[in-house]
């Protein structure tokens, strides 16, 4: 059987017997890839931390019947340490990964790839909230699955905006004659907010009041678990109000 390289992100890990694990890896190239790494949990092991979770390495797979076999491990990214060691950045990043998990069931991208490293790295230097960091991800990780919420126009008319309601179930932000009884209206600053974390624009994200920053975390945890159709279990650990 073949032998393979890749970068990979490490998303989850379980026990295997008593000295291996088995890895779920979101890959640049091959798409999301379950192995096992043998001796991993041995104080001796020549790269078991390099396969924590939240780690990118460079690894060499071997290509088993059901599950791949690791052969090799290059750290790329040593995020896990930093990340947690602080309970924020912590839940959050579990978030992301769950995430990925999910978005990635059929088929992944090298987009998905680089766009949950660049979450990762923002998350393990402290670069912003982060809350807004897992905001901003879970947003354009939505985009490049094909489920980009329409914050522009009508998501059920095409009616141009800003609006005044944001329906997960309807696609986004809708105008006043799409919104279902009883719909929630948005503030323009929140709106607003929505679009700042899709774009990356992190000087209007960073200075948005906190409870601008709270109301979109909710409509974007919302809008993310109605289209995962199954809830993000990590998400009721994460905090909207958290210090950088």
């Not at 078991?48 to 071997?62: I, K, N, T």
């Not at 209206?185 to 700042?196: E, F, M, Q, V």
């Not at 974390?197 to 009041?209: F, P």
């Amino acid at each position: 059987m073949p032998t393979y390289r890749d970068e990979v992100v490490v998303l989850r890990t379980h026990k295997l017997g008593e000295a291996d694990r088995i890895l779920t890896l979101l890959s640049r190239r091959h798409g999301k890839i379950r192995a096992v790494a043998k001796g991993v949990r041995r104080t001796s092991s020549r790269f078991g931390a390099r396969l924590e979770p939240f780690m990118v390495a460079d690894v060499q797979l071997y290509q088993g019947r059901s599950l791949d076999i690791v052969q090799q491990a290059e750290s790329l990214g040593s995020y896990g340490a930093d990340i947690a060691v602080h309970y924020d950045r912590y839940t959050s990043a579990h978030a992301m990964v769950e995430a990925a998990d999910r978005l990635n069931e059929a088929e992944a991208t090298p987009q998905q790839y680089l766009l949950l490293v660049g979450g990762l790295r923002a998350l393990a230097r402290g670069e912003h909230a982060s809350r807004s960091i897992l905001d901003s991800y879970l947003l354009r990780a939505m985009a490049l699955s094909g489920w980009a919420p329409g914050l522009g126009e009508c998501a059920r008319c095409g009616r141009p905006g800003p609006h005044d309601y944001f329906v997960a179930q309807l696609g986004g932000a809708v105008c006043a004659e799409c919104a279902p009884v009883g719909s929630a209206r948005i503030a323009s600053a929140t709106s607003a907010l929505l679009g700042a974390l899709m774009a990356g624009e992190w000087d209007d994200v960073d200075a948005a009041s906190a409870g601008t920053t709270a109301s979109a975390s909710g409509l974007i945890a919302a809008y993310a678990q109605w289209h995962l159709e199954r809830g993000i279990r990590s998400l009721s650990h994460v905090s909207s109000g958290e210090e950088r």
